[in-house]
């Protein structure tokens, strides 16, 4: 029975990694709130990421089996605006410019570490 169960574990675990599309997905919140409540819009959000996608294709980061930066709506995390999200890890983060940016992508995508300072519970 610890055979099959330890075959049957690594056939799951492989499954799961082979089922991913992307190594890491990355998600920017850039709501707009139209009652003028604070938002992560408010806070340059579209510009980094704008600026997260065309870093990581300089780098080489992104396209299939590597790295995609996507636009999401709210992720209701506003009180530390703007936020993303890394997937698959559900790792969150706040930037507060583009070298932050720079940051999380050098640090986290090429190199696999979490960025401490930036990342939000």
Known sequence: MLIFDKRLKTQVIYIIFKMSHYKYHLFFCLNQRENGNDCCA????????EHA???CKE???AGSGKVRVNKAGCLDRCEHGPVMVVYPEGIWYTAIDQSDIDEIIDTHFVKGQVVDRLRID
Do not use: D, I, T, V
Not at 42 to 49: D, R, S, T, V
């Open 53 to 55: 996608k065309l870093r």
């Open 59 to 61: 780098l080489g980061l």
């Open 42 to 49: 408010q806070h340059n959000a579209k510009g980094l990421f």
